[in-house]
């Protein structure tokens, strides 16, 4: 689905994003009309206060209303959610389902998936990095995904996304696969610095650094290399995500004589 930038612009931004989060919210607005190009063209001509977004998606369209690499007004106010102070209006992009009057929930709700897995794709973002607003601020939002009980469906959507793309972005969260000799099912450890044994041999094994066990500064060094050159968010942390990365490396790159 295309995103249409006719209407990108800076205001209500902060400049410097570095975006590692995505946040899901509902427009809540339920007039005629409301819908994601309506919205984007009102923040682009200043008729917003005291908020934005990144982008407007409905069940027809998307609009992306600001660059990535600017911080948006979307968190907003705390209410006590565990996320807030993690999650901010510096380091996530923000994604508006519309929900205008008579709009089709289901079309808008894949849409907003469709691009969701669009910009984790261009922005190296992984599935468990989108999160709802709810989950930064407590507010209840997305209101309508959330009345349906339907964030589930949207997480295991964003996720099976990923593993059905290749290596280039490897964000594959759940279980690990690997073809070599049929399908088997893994669940490794999540590894980062300071962490020793077995796990971290392989890694480093792996890695081609010395495979002392224990995760030092130049296995951190390979290992965030890594996580650069196969798309990854550089957190240092090999969790599922770094696991099925590594997984996928050996599939490509192992031959039967
Ligand atoms: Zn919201």
């Not at 995505?22 to 008729?47: C, E, F, L, M, P």
């Not at 992009?93 to 929900?99: F, K």
Request: neutral net charge; aromatic residues 10%; proline residues 2%.
């Amino acid at each position: 689905m295309n995103l249409n930038k006719e209407y990108i612009s800076s205001n209500n931004s902060y400049p410097n994003q570095k975006a590692s989060y995505i946040v899901i919210h509902n427009t809540d607005n339920y007039s005629a009309g409301a819908d994601a190009k309506a919205h984007a063209r009102a923040q682009h001509d200043g008729n917003f206060n005291g908020m934005s977004a990144h982008v407007y998606v409905d069940d027809k369209s998307a609009y992306q209303a600001m660059p990535f690499d600017r911080g948006a007004w979307h968190v907003g106010v705390n209410y006590g959610g565990r996320l807030f102070g993690t999650v901010n209006n510096r380091n996530s992009i923000g994604i508006e389902m519309c929900v205008q009057a008579g709009f089709d929930y289901e079309k808008a709700f894949q849409n907003t998936i469709t691009i969701c897995r669009q910009i984790m794709s261009t922005q190296g973002i992984s599935p468990d990095h989108v999160v709802q607003h709810f989950d930064v601020c407590a507010k209840n939002c997305p209101s309508e995904i959330r009345a349906r009980n339907d964030w589930e469906r949207f997480k295991q959507a964003i996720e099976k996304n990923a593993e059905n793309s290749s290596a280039t972005n490897p964000t594959v969260s759940g279980k690990t696969k690997a073809n070599l000799t049929g399908e088997i099912s893994l669940r490794f450890p999540e590894i980062s610095r300071g962490c020793t044994g077995t796990a971290v041999s392989m890694l480093q094994s792996f890695l081609e650094v010395d495979a002392d066990g224990i995760w030092g500064a130049d296995t951190d060094h390979a290992f965030k290399s890594f996580q650069k050159n196969t798309n990854q968010l550089q957190d240092g942390i090999c969790g599922k995500n770094g696991w099925t990365a590594i997984v996928n490396h050996m599939k490509e790159n192992t031959f039967r004589n």
